[in-house]
Structure formats: structure tokens, C-alpha cells
């Protein structure tokens, strides 16, 4: 069976800083471009950052640049997100996902995998 598997999520104070981690099993993703996807009750999903399938291309929400990290470890078929600087906007369930276009992942929000997500909560 086909999983990502995310973790990492807590509650975190404000200026804190986490580290997502999503494990993927049942196929190689290494082919694939990986991304980072958030939401909250009443939003619509939201992308966060995408990474391409080496890891040498990544892109930012406006949002996040500048205080989140993608990269991924294609031999541990895992991919993180290093989020810094939190605040208490950044409050939402976190999910990743992968899929072979990183524009379809960017611009349609759109994957061929999604995990189920991990909760990430930023007191003031």
C-alpha cells in the first residue's frame, strides 16, 4: 500500500521552531516532485512549499519564505520541513504530498499522494 506519513506536529510558542518529517513507503518517490500543503477549519488548502524530484528546486509561499526549509532525502524516501520563526498564523494541520508535475502540486494543489496530516499549533 502507497503512504506518506507525516510527523512532527506540536504545540509550539510563537518564535519557536519544528521539524515536519513525512515518510513515504509502498513505492520509490524519488521520481517525484514533493510538496507541503497546510489547512485550517474554514480555509481552503494552502500550499506551502514544493521541492523538486533531486532536491535541488525549491518554492516558497510568500507566506513562509524566509523562515521554512523543504528538503528531502530520497534514499530515506522521506521529505521535512524545517519551520522556524513560527507564528501563530502557521496554526494548521500540515500535510505533504507528492505527484510527478511540481506544478500541479504549486499551482493546482493538486497531488497524486496525500498524507493525513500533522497538527501544528503556535501559541502567542
Known amino acids: 500500500q502507497v503512504q506518506l506519513v507525516e510527523s512532527g506536529g506540536r504545540l509550539v510558542q510563537a518564535g519557536g521552531s519544528l521539524r515536519l518529517s513525512c515518510a513515504a513507503s509502498g513505492r520509490s518517490f524519488s521520481g517525484d516532485a514533493m510538496g507541503w500543503f497546510r489547512r485550517t477549519p474554514g480555509k481552503e488548502r494552502e500550499f506551502v512549499a514544493t521541492?523538486?524530484?533531486?532536491?535541488?528546486?525549491?518554492y516558497y509561499a510568500d507566506s513562509v519564505r524566509g523562515r521554512f526549509t523543504i528538503s528531502r532525502d530520497n534514499a530515506k524516501n522521506t521529505v521535512y520541513l524545517q519551520m522556524n520563526s513560527l507564528k501563530p498564523e502557521d496554526t494548521a494541520i500540515y500535510y505533504c504530498?507528492?505527484?510527478?508535475?511540481?506544478?500541479?502540486?504549486?499551482?493546482?494543489?493538486?497531488?497524486?499522494?496525500w498524507g493525513q496530516g500533522t497538527r501544528v499549533t503556535v501559541s502567542s
Open positions: 504530498a507528492a505527484d510527478s508535475s511540481v506544478t500541479q502540486l504549486r499551482v493546482g494543489l493538486r497531488a497524486d499522494y
Open positions: 521541492i523538486s524530484r533531486s532536491g535541488g528546486d525549491t
